[in-house]
T-cell receptor, first 114, second 114 residues
Framework: GENVEQHPSTLSVQEGDSAVIKCTYS??????FPWYKQELGKGPQLIID?????GEKKDQRIAVTLNKTAKHFSLHITETQPEDSAVYFC?????????????FGQGTTLQVKP | NAGVTQTPKFRILKIGQSMTLQCAQD?????MYWYRQDPGMGLKLIYY???????DKGEVPNGYNVSRSTTEDFPLRLELAAPSQTSVYFC?????????????FGSGTQLSVL
């Protein structure tokens, strides 16, 4: 089955710096890769996602890149702010009928220091 | 619009006790899911449902049961609770259409089995 590895487990950056979180997946049939942000005491929320027919996607300060050949994808956050502090999860699925049957990475705790 | 509502927020069980975690959504979503989140681990899918009367196992279904008698409700039943079921449980829902596969999560139930 699918396995998703996420690194690093913790990441501390200064406000204004960039943060990068990386994930690798094992199932070459996976074609949907979302990123979820979990704030303390809350459920995860989708912040960005990408499909296998796209190499990069941006949404303001957040971007995700996908390398299908190497089977890895990354989350990039630029100009980090204290409110970006949270746990971030990557995930993978085959999509299209397997919706919600996501395999999640272990999570990255991001701390943005003011 | 409440979204996904989970009750209770916290619960302590003794080994061997049973309980039901409640989940309700008011978005008329067909798909609903139960995940568990253990410290330092990603979310693991327990059970999911693609509509009323239809349920299926996820990655870690042992020790749990679900039912889906209505579109709105998706309760998770723990029979004979064990310490290994100590975790944070998240319910989620989605209504996939086109390229939209966003999951909406509840705020979680923290369960301790002692």
């Amino acid at each position: 089955g699918e396995n998703v590895e996420q690194h690093p487990s913790t990441l501390s950056v200064q406000e204004g710096d960039s943060a990068v979180i990386k994930c690798t997946y094992s199932d070459s049939a996976s074609n949907y890769f979302p990123w979820y942000k979990q704030e303390l005491g809350k459920g995860p929320q989708l912040i960005i996602d990408i499909r296998s027919n796209v190499g990069e996607k941006k949404d303001q300060r957040i971007a995700v890149t996908l390398n299908k050949t190497a089977k890895h994808f990354s989350l990039h956050i630029t100009e980090t702010q204290p409110e970006d502090s949270a746990v971030y999860f990557c995930a993978a699925s085959r999509g299209s009928g397997n919706t919600g049957k996501l395999i999640f990475g272990q999570g990255t705790t991001l701390q943005v220091k003011p | 619009n409440a979204g996904v509502t989970q009750t209770p927020k916290f619960r302590i069980l003794k080994i061997g006790q049973s309980m039901t975690l409640q989940c309700a959504q008011d978005m008329n979503h067909n798909y609903m899911y139960w995940y568990r989140q253990d410290p330092g681990m990603g979310l693991k899918l327990i059970y999911y449902s693609v509509g009323a009367g239809i349920t299926d196992k996820g990655e870690v279904p042992n020790g749990y049961n679900v039912s889906r008698s209505t579109t709105e409700d998706f309760p998770l039943r723990l029979e004979l609770a064990a310490p290994s079921q100590t975790s944070v449980y998240f319910c989620a829902s989605s209504q996939p259409w086109g390229t939209n596969e966003k999951l909406f999560f509840g705020s979680g139930t923290q369960l301790s089995v002692l």
